[in-house]
């Protein structure tokens, strides 16, 4: 990992994470895609994403906790094994560290999820709906 030198303990931990999430996308991509993907270099991209992250929330051991927990969402999204959509994003540029520092834990997680949180919101706007329907009904008829 001599190639993978940086200053500090957290911004090394920062690369790190990436470096084990990045790599994964080789063996995750379509044949049509993995010409693009080699292309690519995953060191040089989680130097790249910890730099602009560095930039854009500050240095992580001095954050605040919104900036920890914005840290550690980024990573953990990178890390996850089910969110192979993501990592090829910020791999291949189409997501750019300007955007992933910007997005919103719902919108970096992995599709299936997001389609879960999209039910159980709908949900719970059903019940309000309902909610209101029968107050509505209780006025009109006192």
């Given at each position: 990992m001599s190639q993978f030198k940086c200053c500090g303990?957290?911004?090394?931990?920062?690369?790190?994470?990436?470096l084990e999430g990045l790599p994964k996308v080789a063996g995750e991509v379509e044949e049509s895609m993995k010409e693009r993907v080699r292309a690519c270099d995953p060191?040089?991209?989680?130097?790249?994403?910890?730099?602009?992250?560095?930039?854009k929330l500050g240095p992580f051991n001095?954050?605040?906790k919104e900036v920890k927990l914005k840290y550690r969402s980024i990573c953990f999204?990178?890390?996850d094994s089910n969110n192979?959509?993501?990592?090829?994003k910020i791999l291949l540029g189409e997501v750019?560290?300007?955007?992933?520092v910007?997005?919103?834990?719902?919108?970096?997680?992995?599709?299936k999820l997001r389609h879960e949180i999209g039910q159980i919101r709908e949900r719970?706007?059903?019940?309000?709906?309902?909610?209101?329907?029968?107050?509505e009904e209780e006025e009109k008829s006192e």
């Open positions: 303990y957290y911004r090394y931990k920062i690369r790190k994470n990436f060191v040089e991209v989680a130097a790249w994403v910890e730099l602009l992250m560095l930039k001095y954050g605040t999204n990178v890390r192979p959509d993501l990592r090829r750019e560290p300007e955007k992933l910007r997005m919103i834990p719902k919108v970096m997680a992995r599709h719970r706007l059903a019940k309000i709906r309902d909610k209101d329907d029968e107050e």
